[in-house]
């Protein structure tokens, strides 16, 4: 079992920057692919960003060139650097573990399910 925790959502105006954190529990996080994903009022929970053990990355268009994600494995860490926010950008953001995933864009390809950080941007 892995547990993963998020920290870091607030609330920010738009053009402002947050840092999110997915801390794990398990020692051989390195081993796994470290997922994003967010879920706004009424939408589907959708794919954020990615990054695998090799630390190759994946990102959503809408997120491009705004957001970057990036790991620690020496403190089982797992972060999302928000630049630019945007009001749409607003969403419960949750962080997930995929031992081996085929594709790491879908959701059910993750093993693993912080209980997410809700982030607000005011416009």
């Known amino acids: 079992q892995v547990q993963l925790v998020e920290s870091g959502g607030g609330l920010v105006q738009a053009g402002g920057s947050l840092r999110l954190s997915c801390a794990a529990s398990r020692r051989t996080f390195s081993t796994f692919t470290m997922g994003w994903f967010r879920q706004a009022p009424g939408k589907e929970r959708e794919f954020v960003a990615a990054?695998?053990?090799?630390?190759?990355?994946y990102y959503a268009d809408f997120v491009k060139g705004r957001f970057a994600i990036s790991r620690d494995n020496a403190k089982n860490t797992a972060y999302l650097q928000m630049n630019s926010l945007k009001s749409e950008d607003t969403a419960v953001y949750y962080c997930a573990a995929a031992e081996a995933p085929v594709n790491a864009r879908l959701n059910p390809e993750y093993d693993y399910w912080g209980q997410g950080t809700q982030v607000t941007v005011s416009s």
């Open positions: 990054i695998r053990w090799s630390a190759g990355t």
